[in-house]
């Protein structure tokens, strides 16, 4: 128990998104993760009016869960204002006030994300004048695997790249004499054994289920959630399109190993706090749970690149400063600072050798809900 309670200590005290506006922050390496929020971007504008259109509410509590920072981080909220906007002006309705609230682990960088509200408040009242009623945004720091918010103020939630990360690594990934049983790799491999299979996918559904059990406590009925986050197409979690970037951060690390660089041990005990599940697997957890519905559901292929245009970085470099940009913070606390940039240089190779000759796309999954 000390164990597993130390693992998600350190995930909900050490995990965030690297900081700052620099070369590896996630302010400026965040592209990927823009493409996903596109993808989802008309079921938000459904869930807007279908909110307003069934009850009209005269203050409008809305979450975005795991915002992160950067330009990504108003990028939803905006969008929401927009709808309500729009919603109010077609109906001739006065705008309810907005009381929106950002939620991030402790380590986030709000700061960054304060001092955008600025510029934010300023473009609001410059599109739409007088039409721009009262909105109010505050910052929420703390795990959403945990309650954050009165009962039945919220009545719109949404989350992206985001509930694909757990809160710790699984237990039960040792022996009884505390040998790895994953060795030599930090996620779901082809090569794991069932066990480990089988303690990711609980670890899923039991964190999965405690973030829908505290948004049913937290959100109005009729209230919509719309959550977007990395997952697979089939029901073996060890498919690439789901675990083949981990594959080949484990085959950077092992190739430090190798040569001296790193301790084989400290790979073999390193577990990350990740899953990315199947529908089946998240259908099951919400009608198990009983609190909400799922209204509609779907699959997108995002490139591991996110389909951008290069400039003057290869394909590798980019998504390996994406990953870098993610992790850093994780993987920093567990191998050191001074391996990071030979690291991902050497991740960067790996992913550069993958995408001449394969496949490279991931699975982003993305749920509608209605709270019944």
Request: glycine content about 6%.
């Amino acid at each position: 128990m000390q164990t597993a309670t130390r693992k998600k200590m350190e995930t909900l005290e050490l995990f965030h998104m690297n900081k700052g506006a620099g070369e590896t922050s996630y302010a400026m390496n965040s592209s990927v993760q823009n493409t996903i929020i596109s993808c989802a971007e008309a079921w938000r504008k459904k869930a807007i009016v279908q909110i307003l259109c069934t009850s009209w509410p005269e203050k409008m509590g809305i979450a975005d869960m795991g915002c992160s920072s950067g330009p990504n981080a108003l990028r939803v909220i905006s969008e929401i204002v927009d709808g309500v906007y729009a919603t109010t002006r077609l109906l001739e309705r006065p705008p309810p006030e907005l009381v929106v609230y950002l939620n991030d682990l402790f380590a986030n960088d709000f700061n960054n994300i304060f001092a955008s509200l600025p510029s934010f408040y300023r473009k609001q009242r410059q599109e739409k004048g007088s039409g721009f009623g009262s909105c109010f945004v505050t910052a929420v720091p703390g795990t959403f695997y945990g309650r954050l918010f009165p009962a039945k103020t919220l009545h719109f939630v949404h989350s992206s790249s985001s509930l694909h990360w757990l809160s710790q690594a699984p237990v039960g990934l040792e022996d009884g004499s505390g040998r790895a049983l994953n060795k030599g790799k930090i996620y779901i491999s082809k090569s794991s054994p069932q066990c480990v299979l089988d303690a990711y996918s609980q670890q899923f559904k039991n964190d999965f289920s405690s973030f829908i059990a505290c948004r049913s406590h937290e959100m109005v009925t009729g209230g919509r959630m719309v959550l977007s986050f990395m997952g697979r197409t089939t029901i073996d979690p060890t498919s690439d399109h789901s675990c083949y970037q981990w594959e080949l951060l484990a085959r950077s690390l092992m190739s430090m190993v190798s040569q001296g660089l790193l301790e084989e041990k400290k790979v073999d005990c390193f577990d990350a706090p990740y899953y990315a599940p199947c529908m089946e697997e998240v259908k099951k957890v919400i009608e198990k749970e009983g609190s909400f519905m799922v209204e509609e559901h779907d699959a997108y292929e995002i490139e591991w690149d996110g389909g951008m245009e290069l400039q003057s970085d290869s394909r590798g470099e980019k998504v390996s400063r994406t990953a870098r940009a993610v992790l850093e913070s994780m993987f920093e606390s567990h191998f050191g600072p001074h391996i990071m940039d030979e690291l991902f240089r050497r991740f960067a190779q790996h992913v550069e050798e993958h995408l001449s000759n394969n496949d490279t796309k991931s699975i982003n999954l993305v749920v509608s809900l209605v709270k019944l």
